[in-house]
């Protein structure tokens, strides 16, 4: 390519909406999603930057039935020992939370990362090995947008326990658990998020937070 796009005002306004209405999705259509569009959205993630151009992340399908359930029976234990740890009021806003959609996403993703990748030959990790994680988690976020783009929903589970999901899974040693994604077909779609709109924390509550030195 011999020179940078230009991006006019109209692509910065579509990506400011999609940088917007790209949500935790929880709620899902079992429509199946076509394998061409996965495997685009997956060479789209793994345009993401790394640290020392490592790419180490690591995607996994889960299509295994008993797989999946073994997942599922892990998030069902980990959530209620979360809810357990709650008391009054919020237990009872915690309780009515829907947090995962595996029951219904046709596509289950598991993303990992390769703590012993010979790629970026150590580049950039000696003195912040953690950044060989952020840059899986980069690629996350480029899936999660791109996914947006084709209108697909994704929705982050985190309520795992990491080494149940490893074992689940059966990956190689050295890969880290990083994400359990759920992938497919939005059953609403809202511009705000679902943990405001249920009472859990009003985001507008948050505000930037910006040291200056």
Not at 12 to 23: K, M, N, T
Not at 80 to 94: D, H, K, T
Not at 143 to 150: G, I, M, N, P, T
Request: charged share 25%; net charge neutral.
């Amino acid at each position: 390519m011999t020179g940078a796009p230009r991006f006019d005002a109209r692509f910065r306004a579509a990506l400011a909406d999609l940088i917007a209405w790209r949500r935790d999705v929880r709620r899902f259509k079992p429509d199946p999603v076509d394998p061409p569009m996965l495997e685009r959205l997956l060479d789209l993630a793994s345009l993401a930057p790394s640290v020392g151009n490592s790419q180490p992340w690591r995607f996994v399908t889960v299509d295994d039935p008993a797989r999946r359930q073994a997942v599922i029976a892990d998030f069902t234990a980990r959530n209620r020992e979360a809810l357990e740890s709650y008391a009054s009021e919020r237990a009872q806003v915690y309780a009515g939370l829907k947090l995962e959609g595996l029951q219904v996403a046709p596509i289950h993703l598991a993303v990992f990362c390769d703590q012993a990748t010979p790629q970026g030959h150590g580049l950039g990790q000696r003195t912040m090995p953690e950044t060989l994680r952020y840059s899986a988690v980069g690629a996350i976020q480029t899936l999660w947008l791109a996914a947006r783009a084709e209108g697909l929903g994704l929705g982050w589970v985190s309520i795992l326990d990491p080494q149940a999901v490893a074992q689940a899974l059966d990956v190689p040693v050295g890969w880290e658990f990083i994400a359990y994604l759920c992938l497919g077909w939005p059953a609403e779609e809202h511009l705000d998020p679902e943990l405001a709109r249920h009472g859990w924390q009003d985001r507008t509550a948050l505000s930037r937070k910006v040291l200056k030195r």
